[in-house]
């Protein structure tokens, strides 16, 4: 036997489960029935575009009234109004909007939004209201006024009312656990976070209550520096100024309005957090939209407002939706282009901003490749290279894009002269083909670094600081891109053109056929007595001798990195500075030249060992600490041997000064 047949849903039965659960939140009833009204009076002024009414639209308003004694909450509007068929169409059907067909209906007019889609707002005002009142009128000419009310019960009356004025008046009479919604400042308060950019008046107790402008809405051409600064202030009071901005603006293929800026980073703020707004037509969504902003600028701020965003639908399905990926593609994509339109034409605001753009845009081409693609030729060094006739120095210019968007720079101009310079590392590799081609000198702490440094520097090598904290990754990172290019900290090996080779072979003892070299070599293991230390002598290029450092130590970069990722592995800090490392002794320094010669002279006594041979071990380890000390500085116990040591030397010295 065959049969077919519709399934049946009994009203009484599924009512109350969707005054319970169409949402989680009973407050959203007064943004519902605030959209209704707005779309009301939206719908008047098509309607009146259109030439179906050539009445007076008055002046748009909304007004909200409580009533504490009679336990009511009424939102007035004078929009559209509805005819006694419309509220028995509309209203007493539930998921029955008439946003689709007017929309339709009026679609060449696109200046105004329809907020409504799905017919269920109103019902919304069930979650709070014992009893639901609709007094409405009909812009229509000869319509009646009507009066619509229902306790919640599937039965409703619809009847004639007195009503003279056009427009809707909706009264909810609260339920005895939901007065909260008769206090004033509750109200303000909803009404301010659902609706404050709703461009309709809202007033509350005689004051309109909402900031009505919505500045993503206008045309960036429309809009000053000082009006997009002031949207920012206005959205997050007491905080610093914003470095930029980029103004969204799309309707193809999907419709995304909104303000987005790139704030200054704070240590404290948490970047895992957005703290971008979320709209729709204006109606205020959500504070979380960490599924609609690619994860690296998710620390940016402002506004985004879109119709394509499903709404009221779970955090996976968001992030998995096709349109709300594109959307997220399409913001990584205009924000990129503005990197790419400031670093082209305004430098300098670039290189200002660069300390707090710097994370954003490393973090990003980290985690996406096709913004990576985008900014690679954007990522800026500081460099030791004096870079004058740079670009640094092109003046500053205010970019408009074809596309209306807009984009603008905070920071007052500063002089560009003198540095400090800034490189990208095509850059860089190019300058430096010819002296020391594919290899990339860095350092990451410029004062610990200080004096290799500067010896790369008076060798003419150029050093790039890698000193931001997410340096560490992102050294790695280049490496991986650039697969030619050698990367070496400062403090990891010397270069060879760093050494002046022919000067460390030459014999001075010829009974030991022992070079300079060798001497020094052996004095320092001797003085040092550390196994795992490596004694390496060269002689440092330059023209004084006396200007370079007479030992530096060196940690090679593999190990160095090895130890770094081993602490980040373990989540700790770096805390202990490694036995393993080499000890660079200057055999050019006259210091260490002294050495030799002290430590040969004088009387040898008992001990085996002259006065003057054990004053050379003691610089010898004053030598090494002093090194240390400029590479990473002593803990406790460090130091008191030093100072103690020091107060030895320094006394020996005068004594064979005195004597
Ligand atoms: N203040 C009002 N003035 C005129 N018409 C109204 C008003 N409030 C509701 N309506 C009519 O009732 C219909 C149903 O409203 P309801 O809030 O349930 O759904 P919606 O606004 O269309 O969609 P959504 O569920 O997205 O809010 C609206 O489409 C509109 O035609």
Redesign the pocket.
């Known amino acids: 036997m065959l049969e077919t047949g519709n399934i049946s849903i009994h009203t009484e039965n599924i009512f109350p489960i969707i005054k319970k659960w169409l949402y989680s939140d009973h407050e959203i009833f007064l943004r519902?029935?605030i959209?209704?009204?707005v779309?009301?009076i939206q719908?008047l002024k098509m309607v009146s575009h259109a030439g179906e009414f050539s009445g007076d639209l008055g002046e748009p308003a909304i007004q909200i009234t409580l009533d504490k004694e009679q336990k009511t909450l009424s939102i007035s509007?004078n929009?559209?109004?509805?005819t006694a068929e419309?509220v028995k169409k509309?209203?007493t059907q539930v998921a029955?909007?008439?946003?689709e067909e007017?929309v339709q209906k009026y679609k060449s007019n696109q200046d105004q939004q329809i907020?409504?889609?799905?017919?269920?707002?109103?019902?919304s005002s069930f979650m709070v209201s014992s009893r639901v009142e609709?007094d409405?009128l009909s812009y229509r000419e000869g319509a009646e006024a009507v009066h619509w009310s229902c306790d919640g019960s599937t039965a409703f009356q619809l009847e004639s009312s007195p009503r003279t004025t056009r427009?809707?008046t909706?009264t909810l009479t609260l339920q005895e656990e939901e007065l909260e919604y008769l206090e004033v400042p509750r109200i303000r308060q909803l009404v301010k976070t659902y609706c404050d950019f709703m461009p309709v008046p809202i007033q509350l107790d005689g004051e309109q209550v909402n900031r009505q402008k919505a500045p993503w809405k206008d045309a960036p051409s429309n809009l000053t520096s000082e009006d997009y600064l002031e949207f920012y202030r206005y959205l997050y009071p007491f905080q610093e100024d914003p470095l930029l901005w980029v103004h969204l603006n799309t309707d193809y293929p999907f419709i995304v309005n909104g303000i987005l800026y790139f704030p200054k980073l704070r240590p404290e703020v948490d970047v895992t957090k957005s703290q971008i707004k979320l709209f729709c037509n204006q109606v205020f969504v959500s504070d979380h939209c960490e599924e609609v902003v690619p994860k690296f600028l998710l620390p940016m701020r402002g506004v985004i407002d879109s119709t394509d965003i499903p709404l009221n639908v779970s955090r996976s399905f968001l992030q998995n939706d096709r349109t709300v990926r594109r959307i997220a593609d399409y913001i990584a994509k205009k924000v990129g282009d503005r990197l790419k339109e400031l670093y082209r034409d305004d430098r300098e605001a670039f290189i200002r901003s660069w300390q707090d753009l710097g994370t954003f845009v490393k973090f990003g081409a980290l985690n996406d490749e096709k913004f990576k693609k985008q900014v690679e030729d954007l990522i800026i060094f500081r460099t030791t290279a004096n870079l004058t006739t740079s670009s640094a120095e092109m003046p500053a210019v205010e970019v408009q894009s074809e596309g209306g968007d807009a984009w603008e720079t905070v920071t007052p101009a500063a002089s560009s002269s003198g540095g400090p310079f800034y490189t990208n590392l095509k850059e860089y590799l190019e300058r430096n083909k010819a002296h020391h081609e594919n290899r990339v000198f860095y350092c990451t702490e410029e004062v610990n670094q200080s004096s290799y440094v500067q010896l790369h520097k008076n060798q003419g090598i150029e050093v790039l600081f890698m000193d931001a904290f997410i340096d560490t990754h992102f050294v790695s990172f280049l490496e991986r891109e650039y697969t030619d290019v050698k990367f070496s900290r400062v403090d990891a090996d010397l270069d060879d053109t760093l050494i002046e080779k022919d000067k460390t072979g030459e014999i001075v003892d010829p009974k030991t056929n022992k070079t300079r070299s060798e001497q020094i070599q052996e004095l320092f293991q001797k003085a040092l007595n550390k196994p795992k230390l490596t004694i390496r002598t060269e002689a440092l290029k330059s023209d004084n001798p006396q200007g370079t450092p007479p030992a530096m130590v060196l940690l090679p970069e593999t190990l160095r990195r090895l130890q770094e990722m081993t602490a980040l592995m373990r989540q700790e800090q770096l805390a202990q500075f490694p036995d393993e490392h080499t000890l660079l002794v200057n055999t050019a320094h006259p210091l260490i030249q002294n050495l030799t010669s002290l430590s040969q002279g004088g009387i040898i006594q008992g001990s085996g060992e002259s006065p003057s041979g054990e004053l050379a071990n003691l610089i010898c380890q004053h030598v090494y600490d002093l090194a240390l000390m400029a590479q990473k500085g002593f803990d406790a116990e460090g130091m008191q041997t030093f100072v103690e040591r020091s107060n030895q030397v320094l006394t020996r010295l005068t004594e064979r000064a005195a004597g």
């Not at 929009?79 to 509805?82: A, E, F, L, P, R």
């Not at 029955?96 to 946003?99: D, M, T, V």
């Not at 907020?115 to 019902?123: P, Q, S």
């Open positions: 519902e029935l959209s209704n009204a779309d009301a719908k509007d929009g559209i109004g509805m419309e509309y209203i029955f909007s008439s946003a007017f907020i409504g889609h799905f017919g269920l707002g109103f019902y609709v409405t427009g809707t909706v």
